[in-house]
T-cell receptor, first 116, second 116 residues
Framework: KAGVTQTPRYLIKTRGQQVTLSCSPI?????VSWYQQTPGQGLQFLFE???????NKGNFPGRFSGRQFSNSRSEMNVSTLELGDSALYLC???????????????FGPGTRLLVL | AQKITQTQPGMFVQEKEAVTLDCTYD???????LFWYKQPSSGEMIFLIY??????QNATEGRYSLNFQKARKSANLVISASQLGDSAMYFC?????????????FGKGTRLHILP
């Protein structure tokens, strides 16, 4: 079974530009979550999508947005990039198992974004 | 207040020795799940082990075991017979089930170095 895939793996942008990152979850998984990882802030939750609906959102400005398609693939978009948006963006998929809290997230390799 | 605390920013351990990585958590939710992830330098988050709050026994997965002390709100990861390939960042994480803010919260991580 293929794992979570993310494209592109590396990206360099300049301030003010926008960027779109893509995530394909494990086949059969219906939930996709996005995280931003920086050395200073660690792993921070961006948002989670389930069945094309945003289910949860972290404390990020409106420049960060996402969506999920009917095949569960997800995209996140960052508009008007700032230097501080340089980070590793990780996507994780979840089967949404019925058991208590056992919703193990499987992560993709991440997209390293550098904003100059 | 931090919900997940990992007090060891870095650790150096001799190959083949056992390693204990500390994790304490804070929640008022009676139902929760605890996770450990490994992140090598490549960036991908690798799921290691899961412990549910109602599980009576400590979780084990190969060389990994979770020392779950519910009263102390502690969920330490134990790696037996460490190997050079265990060198990585390790993250403890928690998902609260009843809390409507239904996301996984990560600690700051511990960087583990295995010495030959």
């Amino acid at each position: 079974k293929a794992g979570v895939t993310q494209t592109p793996r590396y990206l360099i942008k300049t301030r003010g530009q926008q960027v779109t990152l893509s995530c394909s979850p494990i086949s059969g998984h219906r939930s996709v979550s996005w995280y931003q990882q920086t050395p200073g802030q660690g792993l921070q939750f961006l948002f989670e999508y389930f069945s094309e609906t945003q289910r949860n959102k972290g404390n990020f400005p409106g420049r960060f947005s996402g969506r999920q398609f009917s095949n569960s693939r997800s995209e996140m978009n960052v508009s008007t990039l700032e230097l501080g948006d340089s980070a590793l963006y990780l996507c994780a998929s979840t089967l949404l198992a019925a058991s208590l809290g056992e919703e193990t997230q499987y992560f993709g390799p991440g997209t390293r974004l550098l904003v100059l | 207040a931090q919900k997940i605390t990992q007090t060891q920013p870095g650790m150096f351990v001799q190959e083949k020795e056992a390693v204990t990585l500390d994790c304490t958590y804070d929640t008022s939710d009676p139902s929760y799940g605890l996770f450990w992830y490994k992140q090598p330098s490549s960036g991908e988050m690798i799921f290691l082990i899961y412990q549910g709050s109602y599980d009576q026994q400590n979780a084990t997965e190969g060389r990994y075991s979770l020392n779950f002390q519910k009263a102390r709100k502690s969920a330490n990861l134990v790696i037996s017979a460490s190997q050079l390939g265990d060198s990585a960042m390790y993250f403890c994480a928690m998902r609260e089930v009843e809390n409507r803010d239904d996301k996984i919260i990560f600690g700051k991580g511990t960087r583990l170095h295995i010495l030959p």
